[in-house]
Structure formats: C-alpha cells, structure tokens
Nanobody, 122 residues
C-alpha cells in the first residue's frame, strides 16, 4: 500500500516536499516513482528511484528542481523553484520486483497511491 502526503498550495518559486509511505518496499530491487496528472492532460512520470541501487531518473521538465530520495520508510520528492505548470495531482507508484531498467512510463508501474494535490500560484 502506498500513501502520499505533503501536498498543498504554494506560490511560484516556493518549495514542497512529498512523501510516499512504503516501508517494506523502499530498499528492494524495484523502481518507485512519482507521477503527476493535471486536468485534461496525460499522467506523466516526474522522477523514479531504484530501491536497491539508488539510481534515479528525472523528467527533463524537473531536472535541477526536483530531487527524489529514499528515507527510512518513505520515498520523498523535494520540489524547489515550483512553477504554475507544476500544478497537478501527484501520485506515488511502484513496479514489481526485478522489473529491469528504470522507466518513467506509467505502463511499467503496477501499484499506485491515491494521490496528493499540489497547486502553485503565480
């Protein structure tokens, strides 16, 4: 079970930190990722991390602004320099174990949280 927290409203240029509780999966050989979906748009991958190796992937739109990391019992997404275009519902997701190379395609993820809303105002 994946449970997101940390969403909210912030002005452009501000920061938010999202957390995904998934204690038994954090350090296993699978990818855990953050996705987002804005109204009328497709779900897009933002960042992913392999639990065992710590390797990370980022969408070009967030490189240098967002950082994904593993905590003791959570996978976190630190979001800095937020822009109105970052406004969306953010979802935590996980692959099955040993799913091969990392990906930011939602088709590769099997488990999903309920989402947390992030709103960035200009």
């Amino acid at each position: 079970q994946l449970v997101e927290s940390g969403g909210g409203s912030v002005q452009a240029g501000g920061s938010l930190r999202l957390s995904c509780a998934a204690s038994s999966w954090i350090y296993t050989d699978r990818y855990m990722a953050w996705f987002r979906q804005a109204p009328g748009k497709e779900r897009e991958g933002v960042a992913a991390i392999n639990g065992a190796r710590g390797t990370t992937l980022y969408a070009d739109s967030v490189k240098g602004r967002f950082t994904i990391s593993r905590g003791r019992a959570t996978v976190d997404l630190q979001m800095n320099s937020l822009e109105p275009e970052d406004t969306a519902m953010y979802y935590c997701a996980a692959t099955r174990p040993y799913s091969g190379a990392g990906s930011l395609s939602p088709l590769n993820y099997n488990y999903w949280g309920q989402g947390t809303q992030v709103t960035v105002s200009s």
